[in-house]
């Protein structure tokens, strides 16, 4: 069944410039299509969050762009390059998304779909704790 949107999210979508609005629905629209579970939440004040199982990404407007964070302990693959920042980082990686260019939406699907499924999985530190250990 799919999770009710949280109007708290529409409200921070709203406060926006129109291309950061669009850019933040569409990430929002993706995630729901990677699984329509993933629930809606407001986190550190006011940062939208979405969830399944554990972090899934979240939204955060800069100046000229909008980041959307991945919690996936570098753990999902990025075959088209997308992933922008945190490349070396354990806990997350980023895509930072600007007016006017490109969102390869398929890929940012794929990339959330993976996340979900490790977390469906234990998350990230529980995949890596049993790789450690070698199991």
């Known amino acids: 069944m799919p999770a ?10 709203a406060a926006l410039p129109p291309w950061q609005q ?3 629905r569409t990430v929002r629209r993706l995630v729901h ?3 329509p579970g993933v629930e ?16 899934v990404c979240a939204l955060l407007a800069a100046k000229d762009h909008v980041n959307v964070f991945l919690y996936d302990g570098g753990l999902a693959p990025d075959p088209r390059g997308i992933i922008t920042g945190g490349h070396t980082n ?14 390869d939406e398929a890929a940012l699907r794929e ?9 469906r999985a234990g998350g990230w530190r529980s995949i890596r704790k049993r790789a450690s250990l070698g199991g």
Do not use: H, M, W
Request: aromatic residues 8%.
């Open 4 to 13: 009710a949107p949280d109007p708290r999210i529409d409200d921070y979508i």
């Open 33 to 35: 299509e990677a699984d």
């Open 22 to 24: 669009e850019i933040c």
């Open 40 to 55: 809606e939440t407001i986190k550190r004040t006011r940062q939208p969050y979405f969830v399944l199982e554990g972090n």
């Open 90 to 103: 354990t806990t997350g990686r980023t895509v930072a998304l600007y007016e006017n260019g490109p969102l």
């Open 111 to 119: 990339i959330l779909r993976s996340i979900i499924a490790t977390n």
